[in-house]
């Protein structure tokens, strides 16, 4: 098959931004990894972003979009435009030489069980003002056909993976908002979502510090982890859930976890500590006990959590993206870019093992400019 440049774009459940990567490939195999860069939303937008997220709670039809989703769906649309149309310039890529870009939107609600999943972001509208084709609504084929759509990502990790020199089977572990692993060990991939990756500790440092994130770990480097609470949060159903599975991203929120009263690096240790313990969780779920974690994600970035992770997951190793020669920022968005490519030539892009459904199942809408 003829090699494609694809852009693909990734809004995740932490919104701090537009990922933006371009990758040379057939849809089967990695050709060519191009940058990649990130749009960050300034505060009001990402303001606007909660709020729908907030709003989307009473849908039951996916198509609607009342109110602020309406605005918030023109927000989604112009900041991946703005994104794409400076990483063009940045880089000086001619955008006639870009094939197809990926649009994964921002998924303001997941509910595969009532066959619901809502990612806002217009694709027509994105193709025509780039004038290059777009590929997107990725996820609904999928949930329409009973699976969870999600993880997504598998059918990019396995391609990855396949090549990597590293003990299998190997497991990516992609911490973003909510946290999925992908297991890879020569079959089709098996997936599943872990738990809360970022969201909770992101959620609850702007709550008690304002602040977006727990930036390095530094906060929860200093914190002790309250164990009891992490026991008890891991007592959660999802939990003992057999793969695939996956989570909306206020499945485990500040407001329904019962965190209690701790000080602010504690609570910060806490919730990384339960991240980390989340993903251990897994393990005896998976076809057999993986010998290589890598990472990615913003997860990757936080050395504290990465302790955590590696005490947990011992005796496997346990590696960022970019310490094997990936990217542990561009991962989604390069993912989103294979899909669309995926999508162009009637591959599948979900499986059984990833989301549950009962076949392989194409997916995505081409939006031509």
Same mark, same amino acid.
Request: contains cysteine; proline residues 6%; charged residues 20%.
């Given at each position: 098959m003829a090699v494609l440049r694809a852009i693909g774009l990734m809004s995740g459940t932490s919104m701090d931004g537009v990922d933006v990567a371009l990758l040379e490939?057939?849809?089967?195999?990695?050709? %060519?990894? $191009? *940058? !990649?860069?990130? =749009?960050?939303?300034?505060?009001?937008?990402?303001?606007? +972003? /909660? #709020? @729908?997220?907030? &709003?989307?709670?009473?849908?039951?039809?996916?198509?609607?979009?009342?109110?602020?989703?309406?605005?918030?769906?023109?927000?989604?649309?112009?900041?991946?435009?703005?994104?794409?149309?400076?990483?063009?310039?940045?880089?000086?890529?001619?955008?006639?030489?870009?094939?197809?870009?990926?649009?994964?939107?921002?998924?303001?609600?997941?509910?595969?069980?009532?066959?619901?999943?809502?990612?806002? %972001?217009? $694709? *027509? !509208?994105?193709? =025509?003002?780039?004038?290059?084709?777009?590929?997107?609504? +990725? /996820? #609904? @084929?999928?949930? &329409?056909?009973?699976?969870?759509?999600?993880?997504?990502?598998?059918?990019?990790?396995?391609?990855?993976?396949?090549?990597?020199?590293?003990?299998?089977?190997?497991?990516?572990?992609?911490?973003?908002?909510?946290?999925?692993?992908?297991?890879?060990?020569?079959?089709?991939?098996?997936?599943?979502?872990?738990?809360?990756?970022?969201?909770?500790?992101?959620?609850?440092?702007?709550?008690?510090? %304002?602040?977006?994130?727990?930036?390095?770990?530094?906060?929860?480097?200093?914190?002790?982890?309250?164990?009891?609470?992490?026991?008890? &949060?891991?007592?959660?159903?999802?939990?003992?859930?057999?793969?695939p599975k996956s989570l909306d991203r206020n499945d485990f929120a500040l407001a329904n976890i019962g965190l209690p009263e701790l000080s602010v690096v504690d609570g910060a240790a806490t919730l990384s500590a339960l991240t980390a313990a989340s993903v251990a969780r897994v393990v005896p779920r998976l076809p057999s006990v993986p010998r290589s974690w890598i990472v990615g994600g913003g997860g990757a970035r936080n050395p504290t959590l990465m302790r955590m992770l590696a005490a947990q997951l011992a005796p496997a190793t346990v590696e960022t993206a970019d310490a094997v020669g990936w990217s542990a920022d561009a991962l989604e968005a390069q993912a989103f870019a294979f899909m669309a490519v995926r999508s162009l030539r009637g591959l599948p892009i979900t499986f059984p093992g990833t989301t549950g459904v009962t076949q392989p199942m194409q997916g995505g809408v081409t939006a031509e400019p």
């Open positions: 490939t057939d849809g089967e195999s990695i050709a %060519g990894f $191009g *940058p !990649a860069s990130c =749009r960050p939303y300034t505060d009001t937008e990402r303001t606007l +972003l /909660r #709020a @729908a997220l907030a &709003a989307a709670v009473t849908l039951t039809d996916r198509t609607s979009r009342p109110g602020v989703l309406a605005e918030a769906e023109a927000l989604t649309t112009r900041t991946h435009a703005e994104a794409v149309e400076g990483f063009l310039a940045d880089h000086g890529i001619d955008p006639a030489s870009i094939n197809v870009v990926g649009f994964h939107g921002q998924t303001v609600l997941h509910r595969p069980l009532q066959r619901l999943t809502v990612q806002i %972001g217009d $694709g *027509p !509208a994105l193709a =025509r003002r780039l004038g290059i084709r777009v590929v997107y609504d +990725l /996820r #609904a @084929a999928d949930v &329409a056909a009973g699976g969870q759509g999600a993880p997504l990502v598998p059918v990019y990790h396995q391609a990855l993976a396949r090549t990597l020199d590293r003990p299998h089977p190997i497991a990516v572990l992609n911490v973003g908002g909510v946290a999925n692993v992908t297991w890879v060990d020569g079959s089709d991939p098996v997936a599943c979502d872990t738990g809360p990756g970022n969201a909770l500790i992101d959620d609850f440092m702007r709550a008690r510090t %304002g602040q977006p994130l727990d930036r390095d770990g530094d906060t929860a480097a200093r914190g002790q982890v309250d164990e009891a609470f992490v026991l008890r &949060a891991l007592a959660h159903p999802f939990f003992v859930q057999l793969a």
